[in-house]
């Protein structure tokens, strides 16, 4: 949970350690997506609707559930998303050699 701070530099400390922690978490995120691609048989596969809502509704509970804001969660969420479906794409066509 949050703590409360005392300065804007102690903000931004805190911002900066946490970024720290996701980083390391998108990195790893992006092997696993790049792995995904190797297993899709078409490029169209590389979207998946049904995946994407499932996602949204599983993180926008865990906002809820953790007292932050679903709306803004589920926005980071679909650019995330929209990013990782552009490095899997990529990944499929160097896959596919094209």
Known sequence: ????????????DNIDRLDRQIVP??????GYVGQA????PTRAAVVVPERIED?????????VELGGDPDLVER?????????????????????NL
């Open 76 to 96: 980071i969420y679909r650019s995330m998303i929209d990013s990782y479906i552009g490095f899997e794409d990529k990944r499929w066509a160097a896959l596919h």
């Open 25 to 30: 978490l998108l990195v790893e995120r992006q």
């Open 55 to 63: 996602i949204i509704v599983k993180v926008r509970t865990q906002a």
């Open 1 to 12: 949970m949050t703590t409360q701070c005392q300065s804007m530099q102690e903000i931004r």
């Open 37 to 40: 691609a190797g297993f899709k």
